[in-house]
């Protein structure tokens, strides 16, 4: 297992070392110079050639790169002070730390996403459990074509509709806002409540349809026919081992939707105006500030890269051949 | 073109030279070892798994050699690579007396029409979406043969050559049983006229009532077209039924060999005692009754011979001779030398066994019945931890 | 020894399965997979149940375990053990019976365990469910069973994986979980097919052994006449969903009365036989037993099964013997208790037919 920790992350590694040299030379290739948006209105030849310099933006990109990637370990000095390790650089925009921009904005991410997956897998697994339980029947029916009318939607026409009905509307809800769970549990719940459930919709129609095809698939299973053969009662039969082979193509398809939950919770930010990574990056871009796109970038690659390996090592926790088999041939 | 009419030209005068003497098919030292791949950063072959390591055999024209064994023991991979389906770790295959082993694809094409392969599976070797017609006539079409009479006319003739009506042509593999569905791979096989066919296990996936007309058409295409096979099963009784010699394979090699009577009635490797005192006969036993203290009495008392635990890895085969941890005569020497597969003395021409301390000749009972301890050293298969 | 189960004068024989139906209900129609089949089998004894794939020997395991899929099976008739009627059971009665009294064997081992837990747990489970013992004495219970069929250190291998034994290994972890309660009665479908000969001549030793031990009834279910020569007491041949004949292994062996047990026999190859003659193979194929739903919609009678007469018939070569004109399309031939098959052959007609066409002529289809 520590074998496999190991192997995974250096293989993150070198994915997020790939990606940080497609961005920054990207970056270089547009025809746009940086330092003229740093420099801000009234601004002189000198001053721009001052921040070039300042900023190192004369030397060779490459060099910039190492310059840039040494700085993530070590940390570097600026002109404007110190940036201890892990540093990103300053944000051209607001001459603010990147990692400090970023560290404030991840809260409202993380909130989002893992409490927009919490419903979502609890709604989506649960109705798909319910269908398979009952397949062919009306539950069955109902079940299975409300998640294929929700798997058509989309969050930038739901998000607005429910906002007009929930909150301008009838005033149920309060417009959605991001209050750090520290300060007010409360608060933070109610806040996210719609971003959350507006994501969910999206997401949870295609646990629905998967749940209950691979628990159907399962329970013909011949182990499972087993299980009912010795007198296992129909819900233990259910949970220990048709549940349990269901998991595996479950927690497969969680860990291919990762890229895109982190995609869906930018576009839910921006369209319930939450100031999370999603704004930023989108901020980033149309500034061309560099250091932040980069930390934008790389931050939240990383974060993927990490749920991934969370996820395969999930695999080993489910399935004892998966377990043994990385053990011995390692 | 260059190429196919030199390749034919190396057949024709290989053909013509050969005479008599010269086999259909000579395989010598053929090996298949896959590779187990491991590591990181770099994945690298930390192992092989031996699914055929070193196999000697000659089939003639016209002859049936059949190929036993059990699961595993790599006689499946042989009769792949026989048809050159898979490339051959190592060894050598003369097909009438040219080296197919290596042979490219331009070169190669007019063996390929020769030998043709007959599967196990009549469900999943037919492509559901062609006709019947399409599946028998494809080989001419891709091979461009145009048989006199035309190739529709073939196929009728084919179809009827292998029990089934010529009306069926238009039909799809859905519409046939089973055994139906392997007369029409047989058909296909015949297409092209070939001199050799590999068939492997044919007939296991069918019925009892059903194999044996599939076996029996299997004889006819034999004796009325003159065809060779290399038959692959593990039906002891199957194979003995259509095969004039036989070669019994344990992990990648083969034990025994010889003209089938030979080897059924005077078995010399205690693994081939042991696979014929395996196979249940459906003879009414007399005596005390059924269960393991019933047998014996009757008219014909076989030996009984229960072997100890399961093939081992063909990842990880034992030293020397490979079938020693399940074998009741296993001495030291078995561990520390490879048998030669060789003629014994009393043993008839071609009746060869890879044994240090053969059996006597005979499959009758002897005075104590050989029963090993379930498995007292049972290694866990491959790919496990403890 | 040789008294046939269920022969008259034993009054209700521990297992006693009555004009058993299971149809499935499919898109083109209804299958009749089991179409009233009869059989007794007494305490001790074993019957095997031999037939060819679609015959419906393992549709009737699963009836007489109640497995079947009540929203797609339809199982009507009575199936008896020990007094308790099976058929239409609550299924809370059944999950006690299932895995305690009555146990089953599957084909393949492989499949058969579950792969997520390990083979201590899984024999375990049911008897810990059924004896109410704690889990602590399951584990040991699990360690003892597989000590007795045959595993090498049980108490270390009874925390592997089902995948780390091998295939002979596993189907001795299947038959252990299945005697784990002591059932009364044991149903094996096809346990040794998936399996190589010379281990399926182990664990063919190992089903009598234990038999002997435990005292159970054993419903042996297989395709092979060879493992039911060595196996059985009964045997029970069943073709198209209904059993053709029945009566002691020995004498249906040696003296096979119905014409498609004779051609069975005379189809397999065998060690003994002469490998110069053509094997004597059963001309055509088994019938379809789907009855296609009426073209106007409704669904099909439930009455009848999808065979008037003999459903050997087409494929038999005896039929033009049989007297009364066409008896053998119209009339079904019954199956008499005890020794018999389902024929309208006499007796005399039979064995002057039988011995007429000693080898009857290989046919084609």
Redesign the interface.
Same mark, same amino acid.
Not at chain 2, 207 to 213: H, L
Not at chain 2, 234 to 238: P, Q
Not at chain 2, 274 to 286: G, H, W
Not at chain 2, 383 to 386: A, E, K, M, R, V
């Given at each position: 297992m520590l074998r496999f920790l190991v192997r995974r992350t250096l293989g993150a590694a070198a994915v997020l070392l790939l990606i940080s040299a497609f961005t920054f030379f990207l970056f270089f290739s547009i025809p746009q110079d940086p330092a003229l948006l740093a420099c801000g209105k009234n601004c002189t030849a000198d001053a721009v050639a001052l921040i070039h310099r300042n900023l190192g933006l004369d030397d060779p990109v490459p060099l910039q790169y190492a310059a840039f990637m040494t700085g993530i370990v070590t940390g570097r000095e600026f002109a404007a002070g110190p940036c201890p390790a892990p540093c990103f650089g300053y944000s051209f925009a607001n001459d603010r730390p990147v990692f400090e921009t970023l560290a404030d904005r991840f809260p409202t991410t993380a909130s989002l996403t893992v409490g927009g997956a919490v419903v979502f897998l609890a709604v989506g697994l649960g109705a798909g459990m319910i269908a398979a339980a009952r397949r062919g029947t009306a539950t069955d029916k109902v079940v299975s074509s409300v998640s294929l009318v929700l798997s058509s939607m989309q969050i930038y026409f739901l998000g607005p509709v429910v906002l007009g009905v929930l909150v301008y509307g009838t005033g149920l809800l309060p417009s959605p806002s991001y209050v750090p769970l520290t300060e007010d549990p409360a608060g933070w719940f109610t806040g996210l409540l719609i971003p959350w459930c507006v994501m969910a919709v999206i997401f949870t129609a295609n646990y629905t349809r998967m749940a209950r095809s691979t628990l159907i698939e399962q329970l013909q299973e011949d182990h499972v026919r087993t299980a009912r053969a010795k007198g296992m009662p129909g819900r233990t039969v259910f949970f220990r081992y048709a549940w349990r082979g269901s998991l595996i193509p479950i927690v497969t398809i969680f860990g291919m939707d990762l890229g895109s939950l982190f995609g869906g919770a930018m576009i839910t930010e921006f369209t319930f105006g939450l100031a999370g990574l999603g704004r930023l990056a989108v901020d980033s871009v149309i500034d061309i500030d560099l250091p932040m796109i980069m930390g934008v970038m790389l931050f939240s690659s990383a974060l993927i890269l990490l749920c991934n390996i969370v996820v395969d090592a999930a695999y080993a926790l489910i399935d004892p051949r998966v377990r043994l088999d990385a053990g011995s041939s390692a | 073109m260059e190429g196919d009419t030199t390749a034919r030209a190396d057949l024709g005068a290989a053909g013509r030279g050969a005479g008599r003497g010269e086999p259909l098919l000579r395989v010598e030292g053929l090996a298949k070892h896959f590779p187990?791949m491991?590591g990181? *950063?770099v994945r690298r072959r !930390?192992g092989a798994v031996r699914a055929v390591d070193g196999v000697d055999l000659t089939v003639h024209a016209g002859e049936v050699f059949g190929l036993v064994g059990?699961?595993g023991c790599g006689k499946s991979t042989t009769g792949r690579m026989i048809a050159r389906l898979t490339e051959p770790t190592a060894g050598t295959i003369t097909y009438r007396g040219l080296d197919i082993t290596r042979l490219g694809r331009r070169r190669l094409r007019p063996v390929r029409s020769e030998i043709q392969m007959v599967f196990q599976d009549p469900y999943s070797s037919l492509n559901p979406r062609q006709t019947v017609g399409t599946i028998v006539g494809g080989p001419m079409e891709v091979n461009g043969i145009d048989p006199p009479g035309g190739r529709g006319r073939r196929v009728r003739e084919l179809l009827e050559t292998v029990?089934l009506s010529p009306d069926h042509v238009n039909r799809f593999p859905h519409e046939f049983?089973g /055994? &139906?569905r392997q007369r029409i791979g047989i058909a296909r096989a015949l297409a092209l006229n070939p001199r050799l066919i590999v068939a492997d296990e044919p007939v296991s996936a069918l019925? !009892?009532?059903? &194999?044996? &007309?599939v076996?029996?058409l299997l004889?006819e295409v034999q004796r009325d077209l003159g065809v060779a096979f290399v038959f692959i099963a593990?039906?002891?009784?199957?194979v003995?039924?259509f095969s004039q010699r036989v070669a019994v394979m344990y992990l990648g090699r083969i034990v025994e060999v010889g003209d089938?009577?030979s080897v059924?009635s005077r078995p010399r490797h205690p693994y081939t005692h042991?696979? %014929?005192?395996?196979? @249940?006969? @459906?003879?009414?036993?007399?005596g005390a /009754?059924? /269960? *393991?203290d019933g047998?014996g009495g009757g008219g014909?008392v076989?030996e009984r011979i229960? %072997?100890a635990?399961? !093939?081992p890895s063909p990842a990880d085969p034992p030293s020397g001779c490979r079938f020693r941890t399940r074998c009741w005569k296993a001495r030291e020497r078995c561990a520390a030398e490879t048998p030669p597969l060789v003629r014994l003395e009393g043993d008839a021409e071609g009746h060869l066994t890879a044994c240090h301390f053969p059996e006597e000749p005979t499959t009758a009972a002897r005075g104590g019945d050989v029963?090993l301890? @379930?498995? *007292?050293?049972?290694e866990?298969?491959p /790919?496990?931890? *403890? | 020894m040789n008294a046939p189960a269920g022969a008259a004068g034993t009054p209700e024989p521990f297992l006693s399965v009555r004009d058993l139906r299971v149809r499935f209900s499919t898109e083109d129609g209804t299958v009749h997979a089991v179409d009233g089949l009869s059989f007794g089998l007494e305490r001790g004894r074993t019957l095997g149940v031999v037939g060819e794939s679609g015959s419906g020997k393992s549709v009737t395991a699963l009836a007489l375990m109640g497995l079947h899929d009540r929203r797609t099976a339809s199982v009507t008739g009575e199936v008896l053990l020990d007094g308790h009627e099976l058929t239409g059971a609550p299924e809370k009665k059944l999950e006690r019976l299932r895995g305690n009294r009555v146990a089953m064997v599957f084909q393949d081992p492989l499949t058969a365990l579950s792969p997520y837990h390990t083979v201590g747990r899984q024999i375990a489970e049911p008897f810990v469910r059924h004896t109410g013992a704690s889990r602590r004495q399951g584990r040991l219970r699990a360690v003892e069973m597989l000590g007795r069929v045959g595993i090498p250190q049980p108490a270390r291998r009874v925390d592997d994986y089902p995948h780390q034994f091998s295939g002979g290994m596993r189907q001795r972890v299947v038959i252990a979980m299945a005697l784990v309660c002591n059932p009364s009665l044991l149903i094996a479908d096809e346990p040794t097919t998936a399996l190589d000969v010379t281990v399926q001549a182990q664990i063919l030793d190992l089903l009598g052994d234990l038999r002997q031990e435990f005292g159970s009834a054993v419903v042996l279910i297989t395709h092979d006449l060879g493992v039911v020569a060595g196996t059985a007491d009964d045997v029970l041949v069943m073709y198209a969903g209904r059993a053709v004949e029945r009566g002691p292994v020995r004498e249906v062996l040696r003296d096979p009365q119905h014409p498609y047990t004779r051609g069975l026999l005379d189809s397999v190859p065998r060690l003994s036989s002469d490998p110069e003659e053509p094997l004597v193979p059963i001309p055509g194929a088994p019938p379809s037993l789907l009855v296609p739903h009426p073209a106007d919609g409704s669904r099909a009678p439930d009455g009848g099964g999808p065979l008037r007469g003999c459903p050997f018939l087409p494929r038999c070569a005896f039929s033009g013997r049989v007297e009364g004109g066409d008896r053998c399309r119209t009339e079904r031939p019954v199956l008499p208790a005890g020794r018999g098959a389902a024929c309208h052959l006499t007796e005399r007609q039979r064995r002057t037919a039988f011995a007429e066409e000693a080898r009857p002529r290989p046919g084609r289809p």
């Open positions: - | 187990v491991a990181f *950063p !930390v059990e699961s029990g049983s /055994g &139906q019925d !009892v009532s059903v &194999q044996a &007309q076996v029996n004889r593990h039906d002891l009784a199957v003995r039924h089938r009577d059924y042991a696979l %014929l005192s395996a196979v @249940p006969e @459906p003879v009414a036993r007399d /009754g059924p /269960g *393991p047998e014909s076989r229960r %072997l635990g399961d !093939v029963v301890d @379930p498995a *007292p050293t049972t866990p298969h /790919g496990t931890s *403890p | -």
